[in-house]
């Protein structure tokens, strides 16, 4: 099972900025959080990753809460091309354990 | 491009074929996974190899499925006498080590079993 639970869905405007929440009240202290986006019928695409320290790339900003229960992925300015179902995901990078274990995600629609 | 690149990207077949699939992983990638996604589902895990080594397998990989890495560089997926309960998006991606180690994916190959 997902070890991670997101709302099911959520609107944004255009242009706005889209906070994607999720709770990983179990995570583990060696396990990263990772955001995916999937497109309709398209591959699922990195969006980015953390483990303790808040991250920012060209796509998004993820912001890790202090005991890691918690995280947003922040979309600064969501265009129409933004809406995706956004998968959380953690993981521990050690071992052989290297699979992604997918929850349902949550579909996000950016209205115009 | 130089993505992870799956062969087809659709396929059609009647209950009882065999189908296989590709997978080309990123070039300096040394390991690789496959996953199954049905509608309305997350991406499920199936296999993993990490250069030509199969180190993981999912319960769902059942007898007909069979992946292999002959040379630790593209993989194929095969599914033997499909059934209609096979028909989902196969997806493939690979990620190279690190403490960061992170999975791109491919387009996938969509199999529609009748």
């Known amino acids: 099972d997902a070890k991670t639970t997101q709302p099911t869905s959520m609107d944004c405007a255009e242009g706005r900025a889209a906070n994607l929440p999720c709770n990983h009240s179990t995570i583990s202290g060696n396990e990263y959080v990772y955001w995916y986006r999937q497109i309709h019928s398209q591959g699922p695409q990195y969006i980015i990753h953390g483990l303790k320290n808040n991250e920012t790339n060209e796509m998004a900003s993820l912001i890790i809460t202090e005991d890691r229960k918690s995280s947003t992925l922040i979309l600064p300015h969501a265009t129409l091309r933004d809406t995706a179902v956004y998968y959380c995901?953690?993981?521990?990078?050690?071992?052989?354990?290297?699979?992604?274990?997918w929850g349902l995600g949550t579909s996000l629609a950016v209205n115009p | 491009d130089t993505g992870v690149s799956q062969n087809p990207r659709h396929k059609i077949t009647k209950r009882g074929q065999n189908v296989t699939f590709r997978c080309d992983p990123i070039?300096?990638?040394?390991?690789l996974y496959w996953y199954r996604q049905t509608l309305g589902q997350g991406p499920e895990f199936l296999t993993y190899?990490?250069?030509?080594?199969?180190?993981?397998k999912s319960r769902l990989l059942s007898d007909r499925f069979s992946a292999e890495r002959p040379k630790g560089s593209f993989s194929t997926l095969e599914i033997q006498r499909t059934e209609q309960g096979d028909s989902a998006m196969y997806l493939c991606?690979?990620?190279?080590?690190?403490?960061?180690?992170?999975?791109?994916f491919g387009p996938g190959t969509r199999l529609l079993v009748l």
């Open positions: 995901i953690v993981r521990v990078n050690a071992g052989n354990n290297r699979k992604l274990i």
């Open positions: 991606a690979s990620s190279f080590p690190g403490p960061g180690e992170t999975q791109y």
């Open positions: 070039s300096e990638h040394n390991r």
């Open positions: 190899f990490q250069n030509e080594a199969q180190l993981e």
